[in-house]
Nanobody, 115 residues
Framework: QVQLVESGGGLVQPGGSLRLSCAAS????????MGWYRQAPGKQRELVAR???????NYADSVKGRFTISRDNAKKTVYLQMNSLKPEDTAVYYC?????????WGQGTQVTVSS
């Protein structure tokens, strides 16, 4: 059974930082492209950051220079370091594992940026 379990969300003030983690089980993480998506109320789910099996990364324009995605295949974990957080970063953040037509999703973790 495949599971992706996110953690690290919470309430943070604007300008603050959070580090999200996604622990995977039931899959060989090293052969999956891994990503973080987010969905704010009333909006569609959007890609935040992605790291492929070769370690190449891509980011949404809105988070470039502030967020960093990384992966530790040995620990079967993907991270999202989020700095200089803004209120518009408030959303539920989801971890994704992708290989071709196969997608696995976590249950999501809430990030709220507010003073």
């Amino acid at each position: 059974q495949v599971q992706l379990v996110e953690s690290g969300g919470g309430l943070v003030q604007p300008g603050g930082s959070l580090r999200l983690s996604c622990a995977a089980s039931g899959i060989t993480v090293s052969i999956y492209d891994m990503g973080w998506y987010r969905q704010a109320p009333g909006k569609q789910r959007e890609l935040v950051a992605r790291v492929n099996i070769y370690g190449s990364t891509n980011y949404a324009d809105s988070v470039k220079g502030r967020f960093t995605i990384s992966r530790d295949n040995a620990k079967k974990t993907v991270y999202l370091q989020m700095n200089s957080l803004k209120p518009e970063d408030t959303a539920v953040y989801y971890c994704n594992a992708n290989m071709g037509p196969t997608n696995y999703w976590g249950q999501g973790t809430q990030v709220t940026v507010s003073s």
